[in-house]
């Protein structure tokens, strides 16, 4: 930081030394000291407008187009995580819900859904209640699943552009929590229920990050990409046919 200040500083003596060297030139050629003062009050006339032209609105917009490529950039890494195995958790969890009547209904996008919609959906995602008995899930399999992507999860954590995005992080912590838990555990038969209803809890907070997570990105496809769109509505989870065939 301090090396970075001394060149800053060092630059600006020199430009101001500069300006003062070509303004005696100036002098010393023309010998008129009136023409000199009335540009120079010009210029520092308008330097409140370069100012306010090039440090706001200028630094505004590119720094605007900045941000909207880093979160297209992190839409993709959104298009990686639930290609690899977002799409396969809504999908296989939401089979043990007790409730998942009520979440389908809630959650089953189609195509002339609109950003109220979305909306809508997204704040009962943020308030999801999963109704969920662990003794008739599965776990074995979760586990084997989260394990088996372990590896690609790690390597969107160490993404730089999850720094934009703390909601997608926060359900990547949220599944690689999970992971930890289920592998913590020499077996998963015969667990008491407290321990299982503990394990209930994690799957709720991964899947409330899930549901909202997955609505944030169909949107963004529904806008952007009305093809990949159309493939989430003819396979997601949330309707009661699924099927990649146009039919």
């Known amino acids: 930081m301090r090396k970075h200040f001394s060149f800053v500083t060092y630059l600006a003596i ?16 023309f010998h008129d000291i009136h023409h000199i003062l009335i540009y120079m009050l010009g210029d520092l006339a308008f330097l ?31 298009g990686a995580f639930f290609s690899e195995l977002g799409n396969h958790l809504l999908r296989d969890l939401i089979k ?37 008995d662990c003794r008739n899930t599965d776990l074995g399999e979760l586990k084997a699943i989260l394990e088996q992507k372990r590896e690609f999860l790690l390597m969107l954590l160490g993404n730089p552009s999850l720094l934009e995005h703390d909601r997608f992080t926060d359900l990547l912590w949220a599944v690689t929590h999970l992971d930890e838990e289920l592998a913590a555990r020499p077996t998963l038969i015969g667990l008491p229920d407290k321990d299982l ?10 899947y409330d990050h899930l549901a909202s997570q997955w609505l944030d990105y169909v949107q963004h496809l529904k806008s952007k990409y009305p093809f990949l769109f159309s493939l989430v509505l003819r396979t ?6 699924q099927s990649p065939i146009i039919t």
Not at 14 to 27: D, K, P, Q, R
């Open 96 to 132: 043990h819900f007790d409730n998942r009547l009520e979440i389908s209904r809630h959650l089953n996008v189609t195509e002339s859904w609109t950003k109220k919609d979305f909306q809508k959906a997204i704040d009962f995602a943020y308030h999801l209640r999963i109704e969920v």
């Open 236 to 241: 997601h989870p949330f309707q009661e046919q």
């Open 48 to 78: 409140p407008l370069e100012v306010l032209l090039v440090v706001v609105f200028l630094e505004r917009l590119l720094a605007r187009r900045e941000t909207q490529a880093k979160l297209e950039k992190l839409n993709m890494v959104m």
């Open 14 to 29: 020199a430009f101001v030394t500069l300006s003062a060297i070509a303004y005696y030139m100036h002098y010393l050629i």
């Open 197 to 206: 209803e503990h394990i209930a809890g994690d799957i709720q907070r991964l």
